[in-house]
């Protein structure tokens, strides 16, 4: 299998390898000395959307030069363009949407047909293709079986699937269906599950993570999973990953506060700071909002970790609005800012304005805004430099075994820079173990420490 996209997309994949291999299937990592290949698809973005067809024309290549026999093709990109992809690509076997996720077993056998007119689907502009149409409604639970594809020490944990806001620049309410949130005595017991299995980091996912509950009615819902959840025996780490601006209460600042085992680490996805812009997103809320949410954090969880992600170059956006932008990020000084540039998606809303924004202009202001970034980063890395931190393992740098690469609490894996220990006998430290360490320098965004102590042994 080959997983594509957000740790979302993983998890899905990882229910799919589960159920594969429950079945009596042999898992290869090699494409070559497979009998069936699975892609499962990103389609956020036009790079994700060309990223997944690249991956599925190499694996239509195993059907003529190796042992493949059926290809199957998952996720969002399947959801969104499924008859294309079968008429495009007619290697494909079998084509599965982000709420068929159970059908990859009968599919692997052969028994989904290519004419899959039976089930329901959307176009990517939400009119109906055949069938039934209606959104996608599947999410697994704690008896779902998965085969985790993270290293041994951390493991994704979705507790909603699926989005009810309108974002302008936004596919996955049509791709993933309406929020749903999941029971919290199966997320519970999922991640005692999880802990016994080795997990020390669980990472807490979906498409809003702060409006857990609220679909069904359960107000406070997710400070209260987050109490039960510290509770849970092995862990070590516990992180929320995508919250929302409007979503995020008190409670949930406070539980953060309050509970040894919640990472002091707040994914918050602002997008722009311009209100012009911010209404043309269809996004809520306003700049001076923004900056006293931000600032409510940071006094209800004292030395909190802000994380967020703008899109540079949407429809109307003027030179005012992207210094406006970079103005607020100078202010509000970010520990971790992600740039993306608007890629104008069909079946959006913003897909009816004019991509009135060049490329070269959007890439100069996601280049203006990086910049700005690394210099805040610098300044707060030299501060860092000469303090103690108790940081995890993850395992040896990919260009040296000497050297292993690390995370703070503030640090989140895949999307966050690292900790490189140096002066330390590797053999002598494992992935998953924490650690203290000193932090004695810095390389671009990533600190570079060396061990004190060992805080835990696993």
């Known amino acids: 299998m080959i997983s594509l996209g957000c ?23 090699e494409a070559a000395d497979a009998d069936v290949l699975v892609v499962n698809t990103c389609a956020f973005i036009d790079k ?38 079968r008429e495009q690509i007619p290697e494909i076997d079998a084509v599965l949407g982000t709420g068929e996720v159970p059908e990859i077993v009968r599919a692997i056998g052969g028994a989904v047909a290519r004419d899959q007119s039976h089930l329901p689907l959307l176009r990517a502009n939400g009119t109906a293709v055949t069938g039934v149409a209606r959104l996608p409604t599947y999410i697994y639970d704690a008896d779902t079986p998965r085969l985790l594809a993270t290293p041994r020490h951390y493991a994704y944990l979705k507790i909603a699937e699926g989005c009810d806001y309108a ?4 596919i996955i309410p049509t791709l993933r269906g309406n929020y749903r949130s999941r029971p919290a005595d199966s997320i519970v017991r999922e991640a005692r599950t999880l802990a016994e299995r080795g997990v020390k980091e669980l990472l807490l996912i979906s498409q809003d993570t702060s409006f857990y509950g609220v679909d069904r009615g359960e107000r406070g819902a997710l400070a209260r999973l987050l ?5 849970v025996d092995g862990l070590e780490w516990i992180r929320m990953l995508y919250l929302y601006p ?14 040894r085992k919640v990472c002091s680490y707040v994914d918050l996805p602002l997008q722009h700071a311009s209100d ?6 269809k996004r809520p809320g306003t700049r001076a909002g923004y900056a006293r949410l931000l600032e409510r954090i940071r006094t209800r969880v004292p030395g909190v970790t802000l994380r967020t992600t703008f899109i540079a170059g949407f429809p109307g956006e003027t030179e005012a609005d992207a210094a406006e932008l970079r103005d607020f990020v100078s202010a509000v000084a970010f520990d971790h800012v992600g740039v993306f540039t608007y890629s104008h998606e069909e079946g959006t809303s913003a897909h009816g304005l004019a991509d009135d924004v060049p490329a070269k202009v959007k890439k100069q202001r996601q280049s203006q805004l990086m910049s700005l970034q690394k210099r805040i980063v610098t300044r707060a890395q030299r501060q860092r430099v ?73």
């Open 276 to 281: 012009a812009v911010l209404k043309r997103m």
């Open 227 to 231: 109490r039960e959840l510290d509770r």
């Open 167 to 170: 974002c302008a620049f936004c």
């Open 48 to 85: 994700a959307k060309q990223e997944s067809v690249d991956a599925i024309l190499e694996m239509a290549g195993h059907k003529t030069t190796g042992r493949c026999r059926t290809l199957i093709v998952t996720g969002c990109l399947a959801e969104r363009y499924r008859d294309e992809l």
């Open 386 to 458: 000469g303090r103690t931190a108790r940081v995890v393992i993850d395992g040896p740098a990919i260009d040296s075994d000497l050297v292993l690469r690390a995370r703070l609490e503030g640090q989140a894996p895949d999307i966050d820079p690292l900790v490189y220990l140096t002066e330390c006998d590797p053999s002598g430290l494992t992935p998953g173990q924490f650690i203290d360490a000193e932090i004695v320098g810095s390389r671009n965004y990533d600190l570079v420490a060396r061990p004190l102590s060992v805080a835990q042994r696993v």
């Open 246 to 259: 409007t979503t995020i209460g008190d409670d949930v600042l406070d539980a953060m506060a309050e509970c």
């Open 7 to 29: 740790p979302k997309n993983l998890v899905d994949s990882e229910v799919m390898l589960g159920l594969a291999q429950e079945a009596g299937h042999q898992l290869t990592r």
